[in-house]
């Protein structure tokens, strides 16, 4: 976190919520509400390991990089079921056309539809690992 206090806050309770550091030296005080304090903390030891400057995080680039969590968790959950589907389809559609150009007499077309099935395995296993059937 740039130049700022390096490592983990914690919360402490005096008369108000503040947040020390490892080292217990208070880093913010005269915080309202222990809600208040846990997300400080939070976000603060959220950013402990990331590379980004404090500059750009201002700026927005954690914004940026997680753009899609702008969307809701219905439209995630709708996303991911649709994804899934379409690895599906498309792991029955190498299969039906790697069986099909089994019984195919033109060379070419063989050819051509086996190496369409092996491209179709091969994006498979780079996009959809944890959907790949062994």
Not at 65 to 88: F, K, Q, S, V, W
Request: aromatic share 4%; hydrophobic share 35%; glycine share 4%.
């Amino acid at each position: 976190m740039s130049e700022h206090t390096k490592g983990r806050l914690v919360i402490e309770k005096s008369s108000m919520f503040q947040a020390n550091d490892e080292s217990g030296k208070i880093v913010a005080s005269g915080i309202e509400s222990k809600a208040n304090a846990r997300r400080l903390v939070a976000c603060w030891n959220a950013f402990e390991a990331s590379e980004l400057s404090t500059t750009q995080i201002e700026d927005g680039a954690f914004d940026k990089m997680h753009a899609d969590r702008n969307c809701t968790i219905g439209e995630r959950e709708t996303a991911r079921a649709d994804r899934d589907e379409l690895i599906e389809a498309l792991r029955e559609t190498s299969s039906m056309l790697r069986a099909a150009m089994l019984i195919v007499d033109d060379d070419y077309t063989r050819t051509t539809g086996l190496e369409r099935a092996t491209t179709n395995s091969v994006l498979l296993a780079k996009h959809a690992p944890r959907h790949a059937k062994p």
